[in-house]
């Protein structure tokens, strides 16, 4: 049933169960339509039938009273030119330039051309590069790359292809029976979503360059992808001196871009903590009650056949 059928129905019962009460005033109160509404339902039925009940529409927009041709055009060039502009200040700008518009006409050129958020008008600007290659101002690759951190901040990252960008994080298991404190190195490639995991008996700067030469360089060299940038928090095994920290050594020498995450925003590496969540609920939780495990080896074992049906086989897309 169409919506038309739908208020067509509604307003002939209102119609017939006047007639079945004998009382107008009854039937509008059970209905919830006023005693104007069925009056005017009644003369259009008589009138033109069924179909004279449909919705009238709303009358079309009257464009004279829409904007200059030639503002609505400044105002949406305007919007990529100033994308961090709000609408007062777009209006007085374009004043300054002899173009007379109010604050709520820009507004609403910007609700007709989907420019109505700062969001938005970044998509734009983004899309009009890629289209024509423009050149950016400085207040434009201002406004793109604030974007860019706020995104990062709330665990949002943009990455252009595989090794373009890796997350690293370290990840408390638990305490092993025999063996002691059980971490987890993790490394996820952020745009195959590719992860890979080795476990240690401790969290040392020495363990966090391991587990890149180990595991994930060797897979990277495989099908031929240069690692160009890795993404970690601030933990003191990524972070020090860079003359003696083994894991800035190693990135310096393998030439790979170290990115930290903004200070007190763990949500920065979400893309880690996601998977960290993931392999404590369907693996972790349950491999533990299952089994008693009696070294780090055996558990890594369990791990990687749990990684392979998650990640169905570790591959880059070259």
Not at 137 to 159: C, F, N, P, S
């Given at each position: 049933m169409t919506q038309d059928q739908k208020i067509i129905r509604n307003k002939l019962g209102l119609l017939k169960l006047a007639q079945t009460l004998g009382s107008v005033s009854e039937a509008c109160k059970v209905m919830g339509f006023s005693r104007d509404s069925f009056y005017r339902f009644k003369e259009l039925y008589e009138t033109g039938g069924d179909t004279a009940l449909a919705e009238i529409s709303r009358k079309k927009p009257n464009l004279k009273n829409r904007a200059d041709p030639k503002i609505e055009q400044a105002v949406v060039e305007f919007a990529?030119?100033?994308?961090?502009?709000?609408?007062?200040?777009?209006?007085?700008?374009?004043?300054?330039?002899?173009?007379?518009?109010?604050?709520?006409?820009?507004?609403?050129?910007?609700?007709?051309?989907?420019?109505?958020?700062?969001?938005?008008?970044?998509?734009?600007?983004?899309?009009?590069?890629?289209?024509?290659?423009?050149?950016?101002?400085?207040?434009?690759?201002?406004?793109?790359?604030?974007?860019?951190?706020?995104?990062?901040?709330?665990?949002?990252?943009?990455?252009?292809?595989?090794?373009?960008?890796?997350?690293?994080?370290?990840?408390?298991?638990?305490?092993?029976?025999?063996?002691?404190?059980?971490?987890?190195?993790?490394?996820?490639?952020?745009?195959?979503?590719?992860?890979?995991?080795?476990?240690?008996?401790?969290?040392?700067a020495i363990t966090a360059a391991d587990m890149l030469n180990d595991r994930v360089l060797p897979l990277f060299e495989e099908h031929g992808v240069p690692l160009l940038r890795i993404l970690t928090d601030r933990g003191s095994e990524y972070c020090g001196n860079r003359e003696s920290h083994e894991f800035e050594l190693y990135l310096d020498l393998e030439n790979i871009e170290h990115t930290r995450t903004k200070a007190r925003s763990p949500q920065t590496n979400g893309i880690c903590e996601r998977f960290h969540q993931t392999i404590q609920n369907e693996f972790y939780a349950s491999a533990f009650r299952r089994k008693l495990y009696h070294s780090l080896d055996e558990l890594q074992a369990d791990v990687d056949a749990w990684l392979q049906v998650y990640s169905k086989g570790p591959a880059i897309p070259s």
């Open positions: 990529l030119e100033q994308p961090a502009y709000g609408q007062v200040r777009v209006a007085n700008e374009l004043k300054k330039r002899g173009l007379g518009v109010s604050a709520a006409g820009v507004r609403t050129i910007w609700l007709r051309h989907d420019l109505q958020t700062f969001q938005l008008r970044l998509k734009a600007l983004s899309a009009k590069v890629a289209q024509d290659g423009l050149i950016l101002t400085e207040d434009q690759v201002r406004a793109l790359e604030k974007a860019k951190q706020e995104k990062e901040a709330h665990g949002e990252i943009e990455t252009e292809h595989p090794g373009y960008l890796g997350a690293q994080d370290t990840y408390y298991v638990g305490n092993l029976k025999g063996v002691g404190r059980i971490y987890q190195q993790t490394f996820i490639d952020t745009y195959s979503k590719v992860a890979l995991v080795k476990l240690y008996d401790r969290k040392h």
